[in-house]
């Protein structure tokens, strides 16, 4: 197989990886806080394509804040936040709903509304993890009226995800469009709506979307892909190093970087390097014999058995 057709079949397949996370949390919890995960909710949403979440740090966290509003004292953030842990640590929606109906007995307090409308969004993104979304859409009925921004751009967001999983493409566009245009540092609109651009070919969508984030390692991942593609070497190559340190373990960022050596640089020894850290550390097998097949071809059409033997012996 030549490199144009792996390069085709990649790109699909990077594209379906990269939008395959949980939602991230506008807010991080002010006690406990190193131990909250950070995690992004995006479109794709089975089980097979959510990256792996350091589950013992977010039962820590979901621990301290039980501890803390397990008492009849226990103020509505300490619920709201027990709430959002619960669903971080995977805890059952029947917890989560446990915690909010808590919650929601102190909504004669007008300080509660605020954090009620908080709990509201976390059983919107359960619901969606589980594909409830006549469910998640209820949730979403009952903050419609919130005059909050950030609430109201966290509500569009859920509404892009949802409207994306019923493959009403156009109205998931305008929701995370929208959805930005109120929160501009919205990072999981602006990923899922990058992703979602990167389908239709306009490049300069994708960076106007995604760049004003590329600190993040998944919004860089989207980029990658698109500087690889228009041949803008030196940005690209500058993103595989910053991919190199921000998550060195994702391996459809070094899929991709190999992919900007082999074809963008003419470097296929260390493209086969990074094909073969691929090989030996993911456990997305679909990825592994992407990178095994590539790998191969590459030692083809170099017509050096010596370069494989060269390229394995490097990383080892």
């Known amino acids: 197989m030549k490199i144009k057709k792996i390069r085709q079949i990649m790109i699909l397949t990077i594209l379906l990886s990269n939008t395959s996370c949980r939602t991230a949390q506008k807010n991080a919890d002010s ?3 190193n131990a909250v995960p950070e995690i992004f909710q995006t479109a794709v949403l089975t089980k097979e394509d959510l990256f792996k979440l350091n589950l013992s740090a977010a039962d820590q966290n979901y621990q301290i804040m039980k501890d803390k509003a397990g008492n009849s004292s226990a103020t509505p953030e300490d619920l709201f936040r027990l709430i959002r842990a619960a669903r971080l640590a995977n805890k059952s929606t029947t917890e989560l709903n446990s915690n909010a109906q808590r919650l929601m007995s102190l909504r004669s307090d ?3 509304l605020p954090w009620i409308n908080l709990a509201i969004l976390e059983l919107i993104r359960d619901s969606i993890s589980q594909q409830k979304l006549d469910l998640a859409s209820y949730y979403l009925s009952r903050i419609a009226g919130e005059k909050d921004l950030q609430i109201q751009s966290e509500a569009l967001t859920a509404s892009g995800i949802i409207s994306y999983l019923r493959n009403d493409f156009d109205s998931a566009i305008k929701q995370w469009t929208d959805a930005i245009k109120i929160n501009d540092g919205n990072k999981a ?3 899922n709506l990058g992703f979602l651009l990167m389908r239709t070919g306009n490049s300069q969508a994708v ?10 390692w998944l919004a860089l991942s989207g980029l990658l892909v698109v500087y690889r593609l228009t041949n803008q070497i030196a ?3 500058e993103a595989c190093g910053a991919l190199k340190s921000l998550r060195p373990s994702y391996s459809t960022a070094s899929v991709n970087c190999s992919l900007f050596f082999a074809q963008n640089k003419g470097d296929k ?3 086969m390097t990074l094909l073969e850290q691929v090989i030996k550390s993911t456990d997305r097998p679909e990825i592994s014999e992407y990178a095994f097949l590539l790998k191969n071809d590459l030692a083809r059409e170099g017509g050096q058995t010596d370069l494989l033997r060269d390229a394995k012996g490097s990383v080892e």
């Open 31 to 33: 006690t406990g806080e």
């Open 110 to 112: 007008p300080k509660a």
């Open 189 to 191: 609109a602006r990923i």
């Open 207 to 216: 960076r106007k979307t995604l760049e004003p984030i590329k600190d993040h």
């Open 235 to 237: 940005l690209a190559q």
């Open 269 to 271: 020894l260390n493209a």
